[in-house]
């Protein structure tokens, strides 16, 4: 039996060194409107959705992956 989620991919983590030119880059690629977040231990942006309950991400201050290694991607499988 195939499944089909809502979401296919339900979070995504982009890491990023820095975190206000990764929001101003994504602000103007996606006509979206990123904003910092430093409300918890390390500043973040979240990705806005239309539906809260929506696939979403963030963009994190962090060491981007090296070749084969990348961002994580959590998927909704059964």
Do not use: C
């Not at 929001?23 to 690629?29: A, E, G, L, S």
């Not at 231990?41 to 060491?63: C, D, Q, R, V």
């Amino acid at each position: 039996m195939s499944f089909t989620p809502e979401n296919f991919t339900v979070w995504v983590e982009i890491p990023v060194t820095d975190i206000d030119r990764a929001i101003t880059y994504y602000n103007r690629v996606f006509d979206i409107d990123l904003q910092k977040d430093e409300t918890g231990p390390n500043p973040m942006a979240i990705f806005p959705t239309a539906n809260p309950s929506g696939a979403g991400g963030h963009l994190y201050e962090g060491k981007p992956g090296t070749e084969g290694n990348g961002p994580t991607v959590l998927l909704g499988l059964p």
